[in-house]
């Protein structure tokens, strides 16, 4: 029962939401046309733009890790962390995909996520339910219940505004002790090395600031061809997520640096003396050469098509493999974990092809992906 | 996942659908169309035989699968008809569509017993081979019957038919009653809407069968985020062989939405209408019985 009246109230607050974005600022839908041309040219050539990211952020002094799966992943972001044991993460899908924030917790590190829906769900141990709002599935009442026996401090009857607040305390002091931070990417311009990230809290600007060390890990298909791309990338992502003007957008080029001494380049700064940028594979480039599935990577994760489908809502949320979940999650349970089941319960609603920003037929991707469930 | 596959393939063998059926159950409804000829009616015996694919499905549902009980379906299935309420319901449907064809100078043939299926099945579940031969062959079956155009009266026999040439060589003309017929009969009332999603989303069906019910004289009932062409959802009904229990769950959250927009519900397709109905609370009529 949870998650229906959980469900009920997103929708009634978000898809009105979007709808009155789109129709306010008319802007972002040229926004999302120029935007799927750019990624489809990255898609048509994704190896190539991989290297060229790799030139731009060691141009810029960050450092790339190109890798071809999750073990890889686990393990570079390890050997880049060494000792250090205080870690914040700003929400990352691509790290949850590789698993990261357990492994890191099974080697002893004290890892926090600091995204409202990603502290919940860590609380609760369970996987995400959705691709932007991790704890959709929790109602205010459930998500209270979670706090006050994690952290106390709550009334009875918390408001949505007294359950925020005692996360922000509670989480003050692991931003400012943190010796890592690790977030995703919206975004990545090949041109500049450097990555966007879009966000309402504030928890990926303390993430990506505070600690001495910044680790960004993203899939290779956050890579657009130019830095303006990736601000657009940004700006669309933020509007059919029914969040615009996003609260922040945070680019990163690199470590922090300062030239106001004789106008001479040193690094770091206040912020992070080392950035890291690791490149994740997993069935992308594989994916990227396959016309059957192409399609699937310009999904920009805004989480739209969830709402508009019948079977996220019938399945509590439990449509597809964590984190990847509704109908892009569907066809990514199939690119990343080769798992092509989920896509046999595609009922062909249609509504998801007709809300996502960048036009992806969802349907006729998972109709391709049923028939492989079958051989 | 084989074995329901096994018994698609050998229902369509065997009895040209993808359950056992009593053709004669299929074309009863006809007696005084012509046999074939260049426009013909295509039926793909879906409002006939709709009523009983839930029985049907609880045995074939990928959840509760068990290669026996698929075994001893086709002696089963025999058994298992439509009521003669069901049937004399689905017979009407069709002899209006007829009809209003007619009215507008349209005199289609029929192929009776010889009907093949569309395959819509096979194609909606990823089939996509199967469905391809099943295309190939029903595509040289008009070929050689003399079929130039063919005139579908729902939206899954619609779709895998006006896709036949992704897939094999196919020249046939593909349209839908809707887009033929006129809404002349003067209906006083009021209804809410479940859109076909086919029909809706995939087929550009919506605006067109909108604006016959509106001519009609009835009103809809609709609320942007229950009956937009964006946030509408399915009934639940295509994934019923797949898993019966999720499509149960769709309906009966589909309806609860649509009953708090009234208690008399129009759908433009025959699933929608089966997997709806047990769930909504008050009449539900399909377009064709209505406005036809």
């Known amino acids: 029962m949870t998650w229906e009246i959980a469900i009920e109230r997103t929708i009634r607050n978000n898809v009105p939401r979007v709808y009155n974005v789109l129709e306010k600022y008319p802007y972002i839908l040229e926004l999302a046309r120029e935007l799927r041309e750019a990624k489809l040219e990255v898609l048509n050539n994704l190896e190539s733009y991989v290297e060229q990211t790799v030139e731009s952020v060691k141009r810029i002094g960050g450092v790339p890790h190109v890798v071809g799966n999750s073990e890889e992943a686990r393990e570079v972001v390890s050997k880049i962390i060494g000792d250090r044991k205080k870690i914040v993460m700003g929400k990352s899908m691509v790290a949850f995909e590789v698993g990261l924030r357990e492994h890191l917790k099974n080697m002893g590190k004290e890892v926090w996520e600091t995204d409202l829906g990603e502290f919940l769900i860590q609380l609760a141990n369970e996987p995400p339910s959705h691709i932007i709002a991790p704890a959709v599935h929790m109602s205010k009442e459930r998500a209270e219940e979670l706090v006050r026996e994690a952290l106390g401090g709550l009334p009875p009857n918390s408001t949505h505004e007294q359950i925020v607040a005692r996360v922000r305390e509670f989480l003050r002091d692991k931003f400012v002790n943190a010796e890592v931070g690790i977030t995703g990417a919206n975004a990545i311009a090949a041109d500049t090395g450097s990555i966007i990230l879009v966000e309402n809290e504030g928890n990926i600007r303390f993430t990506t600031v505070s600690p001495p060390l910044h680790i960004a890990v993203a899939g290779f298909e956050k890579i657009v061809p130019t830095l303006p791309h990736a601000m657009m990338e940004a700006m669309v992502q933020a509007a059919y997520a029914g969040l615009y003007p996003p609260t922040y957008v945070n680019l990163t080029s690199g470590p922090s640096s300062t030239g106001d001494i004789e106008m001479k380049r040193v690094s770091p700064a206040h912020g992070p003396k080392e950035f890291h940028l690791v490149l994740v594979d997993n069935g992308r480039v594989r994916a990227s050469k396959d016309p059957d599935l192409r399609e699937a990577l310009l999904c920009i994760r805004c989480g739209r098509c969830h709402l508009h489908c019948p079977v996220y809502r019938a399945m509590d949320g439990k449509w597809g493999v964590p984190p990847y979940s509704g109908p892009m999650g569907s066809m990514w349970s199939y690119i990343v974990f080769g798992d092509p089941k989920p896509s046999l319960l595609c009922t062909h609603s249609g509504g998801c092809k007709e809300v996502c920003p960048m036009k992806i037929n969802i349907p006729k991707v998972l109709e391709k992906i049923k028939a492989r469930a079958w051989s | ?292």
Not at chain 2, 124 to 136: C, M, P, S
Not at chain 2, 139 to 152: E, H, P, Q
Not at chain 2, 216 to 224: M, R, T, Y
């Open chain 2, 1 to 292: 996942m084989e074995s329901l596959r096994s018994f698609l393939k050998e229902s369509l063998d065997k009895y040209d659908m993808p359950f056992p059926v009593d053709k004669k159950v299929c074309s009863g409804w006809a007696k005084d169309l012509p046999h074939g000829g260049e426009t013909i009616i295509f039926t793909s015996c879906m409002y006939q035989i709709e009523p009983v694919v839930p029985t049907l499905s609880k045995f074939s549902s990928m959840t509760g699968i068990f290669t026996g009980a698929l075994k001893g379906l086709s002696s089963l299935a025999k058994l298992v008809k439509p009521s003669k309420e069901e049937i004399d319901r689905a017979y009407k449907i069709l002899n209006n569509v007829v009809n209003a064809l007619r009215r507008r100078g349209i005199n289609p043939g029929y192929l009776y017993e010889d009907e093949p299926y569309s395959g819509a099945l096979l194609l909606e579940a990823g089939l996509l081979e199967d469905f391809a031969n099943h295309a190939r062959r029903v595509a040289s079956m008009l070929r050689d019957r003399g079929v130039k155009r063919v005139i579908t009266v729902d939206p899954h026999t619609h779709n895998a038919l006006t896709r036949y040439a992704e897939f094999v060589p196919f020249d046939v003309e593909v349209v839908n009653y809707l887009q033929l017929v006129d809404a002349e009969k003067k209906i006083e009332g009021e209804f809410t809407i479940h859109d076909s999603c086919l029909y809706s989303r995939f087929l550009d069906l919506r605006d067109r069968y909108r604006e016959l019910i509106s001519k009609s004289g009835i009103k809809l009932n609709e609320d942007f985020l229950v009956t937009g062409r964006e946030t509408s959802t399915c009934c639940g009904g295509p994934i019923a062989l797949i898993n019966r229990d999720l499509s149960e769950s769709i309906a009966e959250k589909r309806a609860q939405e649509l009953n708090k927009l009234s208690n008399k519900l129009l759908v433009v397709c025959p699933i929608c209408y089966i997997t709806l109905s047990p769930h909504f609370r008050g009449e539900v009529k399909d377009i064709a019985e209505v406005i036809l």
